[in-house]
């Protein structure tokens, strides 16, 4: 038997990082409700705090020492190592929301002066921040659109008079809820243009439309993988969490924010994590499989308008290019325009039984939302509109049940508009 046989990372999803010898024996890992941990000397928890403070740099054998919970816990790390299977990254962090570790993120590499260039449309939240907070503290912004990532970008931030001053380019991929899709490899080519020896910009993807499973942001360049693990990873809809993966050097600064910050997921949250992954491939593959199904189904209707789906992208296009090249599935994720506007869409969700009406996404159950007015209803309107998520916008989260039994919901709310 080949001892060093490369387990896949669904194989491991139940055990690495993981020694049931230090947990009297348990197969999964305890949730460790502890606040604080007992050194052996005083000599041990110095070399702890001077690890964790970055007083000096950890030894080539020496682990990080369990000090406090802020600081690390068994659950979170032992989840965070299980996570950087997926994207092969070298380190992760572990949030108590999507939105906790995007502003961390943005915060621990922004200045104020610093330029951001981000794509657009993203989550609303994350629109917010960028467009309100970022600003309100003097950090320049620069929105683009899929399709403009390489040369007109470049010439845009030229433009500006600002290129010296880019830091990061921010990047949702799949965009949420329209599914554009933008070019990695692109944005890092953009970035190192205006990169120098002594001032990286680096570049920042939001994955969770297409999860761990679907696409690698770091295969094509990226420095961050950003999840809202409320999704796809915990894909219950009984958690609220994140994660960020990414090299040891970028990590480790995530880390020391989020240390002071103090908004890393709880224990308990982290043990609810490593269960769901066990199950994330079966899950997604399910999902991705029903969501092939409803998107044929639409797209044949004839008060449905327009599919957005990634399998929708027309071959030939630089954007089936950059789908065929990136992504492993065109995802779970479907929107559509549903004719007769914002009262037929209302109408139609009103009158769904099987599917529920709610936001976010990635989870067991499938779900229907209004982006213009429920998850993007912070965004300007006229942006929104240019974006395309309109009043008869409807945003599907597709689930794991009988694909069939999601059609006959569809089919019978659809003739109610």
Aim: proline share 5%.
């Amino acid at each position: 038997m080949d001892q060093d046989h490369p387990f896949r990372p669904e194989s491991l999803m139940m055990s690495y990082g993981y020694k049931p010898s230090l947990s009297e024996g348990a197969i999964k890992s305890p949730i460790f409700l502890t606040s604080t941990f007992v050194f052996k000397s005083a000599e041990e928890g110095k070399a702890f705090f001077e690890v964790a403070y970055g007083l000096r740099e950890r030894g080539q054998q020496e682990e990080l020492g369990l000090i406090y919970s802020r600081i690390n816990n068994p659950d979170l790390e032992i989840l965070e190592n299980r996570l950087t299977l997926w994207d092969k990254a070298e380190d992760c962090a572990v949030f108590e929301s999507g939105m906790s570790a995007i502003t961390t993120v943005l915060l621990e590499f922004l200045a104020p002066g610093d330029l951001l260039v981000h794509s657009t449309p993203v989550y609303g939240g994350t629109d917010h921040f960028i467009q309100h907070f970022l600003n309100k503290i003097g950090v320049h912004t620069m929105g683009f659109t899929a399709g403009e990532e390489r040369d007109a970008l470049m010439e845009r931030i030229k433009a500006s008079g600002l290129g010296h001053k880019l830091r990061m380019i921010y990047v949702e991929t799949p965009a949420n809820p329209t599914n554009a899709l933008i070019d990695i490899a692109a944005c890092r080519t953009v970035a190192d243009a205006f990169a120098t020896a002594d001032q990286p910009v680096h570049v920042a993807v939001d994955n969770t439309y297409l999860g761990p499973l679907w696409q690698h942001p770091l295969d094509h360049g990226a420095d961050f993988s950003l999840y809202s693990a409320t999704k796809y990873i915990g894909g219950h809809s009984d958690l609220i969490a994140a994660a960020v993966c990414g090299s040891k050097a970028v990590i480790g600064r995530v880390k020391a924010l989020r240390t002071f910050l103090g908004n890393m997921a709880s224990p308990h949250t982290g043990w609810m994590l490593m269960r769901s992954l066990e199950t994330l491939k079966v899950r997604m593959e399910k999902q991705a499989a029903n969501a092939a199904h409803v998107v044929a189904f639409l797209a044949d209707h004839p008060k449905v308008e327009k599919v957005y789906h990634l399998s929708r992208i027309p071959e030939g296009t630089a954007e089936h290019e950059t789908f065929r090249r990136q992504c492993a599935s065109p995802g779970a994720m479907v929107s559509f325009d549903v004719k007769g506007g914002e009262p037929a869409a209302f109408r139609f969700m009103n009158a769904l039984k099987l599917v529920k009406l709610a936001v976010s996404l990635g989870g067991t159950e499938s779900l229907a939302e209004h982006p213009a007015t429920m998850t993007h209803a912070g965004v300007d309107p006229q942006h929104r509109e240019a974006m395309s998520i309109t009043g008869k916008m409807v945003r599907l989260s597709v689930g794991v049940e009988h694909h069939e039994d999601i059609i006959w919901d569809l089919r019978q709310a659809l003739e109610r508009v």
